[in-house]
Structures are given as structure tokens and as C-alpha cells.
């Protein structure tokens, strides 16, 4: 039985844009509870603790100091615990290199960080509105990447 609130982190080393996510998830109507985390080695550690509730979606910063979002989505997706949380990479970085990379390595989904308040609000709606499971089964570069 699916929980009646989402669990979400966002692992991201730049405070004002952690402040800005969850303002944006504040307006977004839907339940759900949220932590995060000031870079990838932090939430790794986090993840890896057995009494820990996992999430239901974690938004990954690709560049963090100590443990990129790469890496984490790396770990993430060769641990049996851990692979089947749904990953959406949340960066500044429009690199194709790092859009495949990501994409070859299990991301769910790639999201351009906006500037945007309201841009953000709709982007953070579709995603945690999309039906993961279709993403997870059948990924498709076409609906990769997740722009506006």
C-alpha cells in the first residue's frame, strides 16, 4: 500500500538553492515530508543507515564537494537496498556528457535547475506527479530529460 505522504530528499551543496527547492515544494499540493542534505557524502552516509526510511524520490545536485551527485547515483543504483528509489538529477549543468552520464548510470529523470520560481513550482509538480514506475520499466532518452 502506497504511504499517504512522499518522502523526499534533495542533496544539494548550495544553500540558497535548498531554500529555494523547498519553498517551491511548499506550494506544490501534495503531502509529503522532506530533509536534505549539504552535499553527496551526507546523504550516502544517511541512506546506509538500516533504520533510516528510505525516500520516495531523491533530487541529486550533480556538483558537490566530498561526493558528487554522479557518484552517489553511482552507489545508489549497485546497492540492493537503495536501487529502486527513483533519482532525479537536479543541476545547473545543461553538458550533454553529464546528461548521459547520468541517464546511463539509472537516473530517472534530468532537470535543469530554473531560475524561475514558478518554473520550479511546475517542474517539482510534474515530477513528483509522473508515473515512476513507467520511467523506471521502460527508460526512454526522449522523456529523460525534463524541460519547459
Not at 524520490?57 to 547515483?73: A, H, Q, T, V, Y
Request: with cysteine; charged share 30%.
Amino acid at each position: 500500500m502506497r504511504p499517504t505522504s512522499l518522502y523526499i530528499m534533495l542533496a544539494d551543496d548550495d544553500e540558497d538553492d535548498r531554500l529555494f527547492f523547498r519553498e517551491a515544494f511548499e506550494e506544490v499540493k501534495i503531502n509529503y515530508e522532506f530533509s536534505t542534505f549539504n552535499d553527496g557524502e551526507q546523504l550516502m552516509d544517511h541512506l546506509y543507515e538500516p533504520e533510516n526510511q528510505l525516500p520516495d524520490i531523491i533530487f541529486l545536485d550533480l556538483n558537490m564537494p566530498r561526493k558528487s551527485g554522479l557518484e552517489c547515483l553511482r552507489e545508489i543504483r549497485s546497492d540492493e537496498r537503495l536501487k529502486k528509489i527513483s533519482v532525479a538529477i537536479y543541476s545547473t549543468s545543461s553538458s550533454e556528457q553529464d546528461i548521459e552520464d547520468t541517464f546511463v548510470s539509472g537516473a530517472n529523470v534530468y532537470i535543469k535547475k530554473p531560475n524561475d520560481f514558478n518554473m520550479l513550482k511546475k517542474i517539482l509538480s510534474d515530477v513528483v506527479h509522473i508515473n515512476w514506475q513507467y520511467i523506471t520499466d521502460g527508460l526512454n532518452k526522449d522523456s529523460f530529460i525534463l524541460s519547459l
